[in-house]
């Protein structure tokens, strides 16, 4: 799976996530910040790491979803643990 796969996947993902409407989901980038920009409540963060350790078939055994601060940093990591 690439980067560009996973990015899109965690784009649906989003979608369901984020419950503030005045966010478009579709405009996300790898720069995008998890909490600034998309504002991601705790049910939102446990909504996606359920979701992401669902889909990918991974866990997030030696980190916290907190320490991830971009879209990238969580493409990164799922790449890495995919690859």
């Known amino acids: 799976m690439s ?10 993902i ?3 996530a984020v419950s503030n409407p005045e966010i478009d ?3 996300i980038t790898g720069d ?3 909490n600034t920009d998309l504002g991601l409540t705790s049910i939102g963060v446990l909504y996606m790491v359920i979701a992401v350790e669902e889909f990918f078939a991974i866990s997030f ?5 907190g320490d991830f601060k971009t879209v990238n940093d ?10």
């Open 25 to 27: 989901v579709d405009s």
């Open 32 to 34: 995008t910040n998890l």
């Open 61 to 65: 055994d030696d980190v916290s979803f």
């Open 3 to 12: 980067k560009a796969e996973i990015e899109l996947k965690l784009k649906d």
């Open 14 to 16: 989003f979608k369901l």
């Open 74 to 83: 969580v493409v990164e990591y799922i790449y890495g643990k995919k690859n």
